[in-house]
T-cell receptor, first 116, second 112 residues
Framework: SAVISQKPSRDICQRGTSLTIQCQVD?????MFWYRQQPGQSLTLIAT?????????ESGFVIDKFPISRPNLTFSTLTVSNMSPEDSSIYLC?????????????FGEGSRLTVL | KQEVTQIPAALSVPEGENLVLNCSFT??????LQWFRQDPGKGLTSLLL?????REQTSGRLNASLDKSSGRSTLYIAASQPGDSATYLC???????????FGAGTQVVVTP
């Protein structure tokens, strides 16, 4: 398994500001994923982050709004830029493990953002 | 496009009853299927992972089955407890890179 730490766990933000969420993993992983969970909804993949390359964004998500960094194999950040109330969500970091349970994904505790 | 559906959307049972949660997916070409638990406002906890070549997985009171040909998985929770109250999410791995497609979840309440 993997232990994933996210910061902040929650925050209240003002419209028009930006916030960076950090994700730290206790082991080296190739792939890291960022998901969004809007209130009452299931999870939607924002982007896939590989170390040493640009993040790959899903349809409906763009780099200018959700810039991602992946400086090494244990860390990634997601920035939510120019926030609006529609960005109020839980943002989750995820990693995929290899080995005996290939393809098993683990998630952090999430970062709950409320935009006023 | 892969679509994942979970039925029922919500379920309330008295303590001690067995829980049966259903998940269906439209494209049988999956790498694996994973069941998660989510407590309110929290992240996801992995419960069971079933590889595409497997028919079922068991962990304690939890048992999950997979029928790829019919596009179905079922999560059984035996002898439910109030601590089992949570939202249960089913997700299928649609490519080898780790991209998951989630269902909307089943919200479970176990009453004492």
């Amino acid at each position: 398994s993997a232990v994933i730490s996210q910061k902040p766990s929650r925050d209240i933000c003002q419209r028009g500001t930006s916030l960076t969420i950090q994700c730290q993993v206790d082991s080296q992983v190739t792939m890291m994923f960022w998901y969004r969970q809007q209130p009452g909804q299931s999870l939607t993949l924002i982007a896939t982050a590989n170390q040493g390359s640009e993040a790959t964004y899903e349809s409906g998500f763009v780099i200018d709004k959700f810039p991602i960094s992946r400086p090494n194999l244990t860390f990634s950040t997601l920035t939510v830029s120019n926030m609006s109330p529609e960005d109020s969500s839980i943002y989750l970091c995820s990693v995929v493990m290899t080995g005996a349970n290939t393809g098993e994904l683990f998630f952090g505790e999430g970062s709950r953002l409320t935009v006023l | 496009k892969q679509e994942v559906t979970q039925i029922p959307a919500a379920l309330s049972v008295p303590e001690g009853e067995n829980l049966v949660l259903n998940c269906s997916f439209t494209d049988s070409a999956i790498y694996n299927l994973q069941w998660f638990r989510q407590d309110p406002g929290k992240g996801l906890t992995s419960l069971l992972l079933i590889q595409s070549s497997q028919r079922e997985q068991t962990s304690g009171r939890l048992n999950a089955s997979l029928d790829k040909s019919s596009g179905r998985s079922t999560l059984y929770i035996a002898a439910s407890q109030p601590g089992d109250s949570a939202t249960y999410l089913c997700a299928v791995l649609t490519d080898s890179w780790g991209k998951l497609q989630f269902g909307a979840g089943t919200q479970v309440v176990v009453t004492p």
